[in-house]
């Protein structure tokens, strides 16, 4: 099984919707993080968290919010879509253990289309 | 700011070939962590390589290896005997510290290989 896992996987929805794209992990990791990624931009971090009870901005994070129910799961949500958030969305964890690399997992990835 | 440019939207190798792909950044830090990620069409984000800036040796994996230039703030990837399956998006990303903190990815490179 997948250690990271993004449910949907692809989702078409209509401008003004409210949505939902939830990240879960299984490698017991304290940090959590949601990227988007366009063409030509890369990927860009919109918020993370360290912990259950910490939540931080990252770089684009207008009009989205997220959610850490718990330490494995991580929801981000668009109240209300608009097409140009039209992106492919990761997931990521990481680990904090000192003298270790602490590199990020990602997820699958959802496919997000606004019409 | 931290900041990370690929100058090279696409790059074309011809199979068992030798191809670099280009990343520089910007950053003030002196410790920090620099990755090269490949997206495969499957859209996983897959780690190639890493490397330390406080080691001055360059990182190496198999078939793949880098150029650290600390002064210069470069980091470039080697690509020795190119496959088909290399074919990918690259992506080149920084990270300011070893605490399993955000990522700052480049734009991306689009690389192709010919049989």
């Known amino acids: 099984d997948a250690d990271v896992t993004q449910t949907p996987r692809n989702r078409i929805t209509k401008t003004g919707k409210r949505i939902m794209l939830e990240c879960s992990q299984t490698k017991g990791h304290d940090r959590m993080y949601w990227y988007r990624q366009d063409p030509g931009l890369g990927l860009r971090l919109i918020y993370y968290s360290f912990d259950v009870k910490d939540i931080n901005k990252g770089e684009i994070s207008d009009g989205y919010s997220v959610s850490r129910q718990a330490q494995a799961k991580f929801s981000l949500s668009l109240e209300s879509a608009i097409p140009n958030q039209t992106a492919l969305y990761f997931c990521?964890?990481?680990?904090?253990?000192?003298?270790?690399?602490?590199?990020?997992?990602f997820g699958p990835g959802t496919r997000l289309t606004v019409l | 700011a931290q900041t990370v440019t690929q100058s090279q939207p696409e790059m074309s190798v011809q199979e068992a070939e030798t191809v670099t792909l280009s990343c520089t950044y910007d950053?003030?830090?002196?410790?920090?962590?620099l990755f090269w990620y490949k997206q495969p069409p499957s859209r996983q984000m897959i780690l190639v390589i890493r490397?330390?800036?406080?080691?001055?040796q360059n990182a190496t994996e198999n078939r793949f290896s880098v150029n650290f230039q600390k002064a210069a703030k470069s980091f470039s990837l080697k690509i020795s005997d190119s496959q088909l399956g290399d074919a990918a998006m690259y992506f080149c990303?920084?990270?300011?510290?070893?605490?399993?903190?955000?990522?700052?990815f480049g734009q991306g490179t689009e690389l192709s290989v010919k049989p």
């Open positions: 990303a920084y990270r300011r510290d070893n605490q399993g903190g955000k990522l700052i």
């Open positions: 950053t003030s830090e002196s410790d920090y962590y």
């Open positions: 990521a964890t990481s680990d904090l253990a000192p003298g270790q690399h602490n590199e990020q997992f």
């Open positions: 490397q330390e800036a406080y080691k001055q």
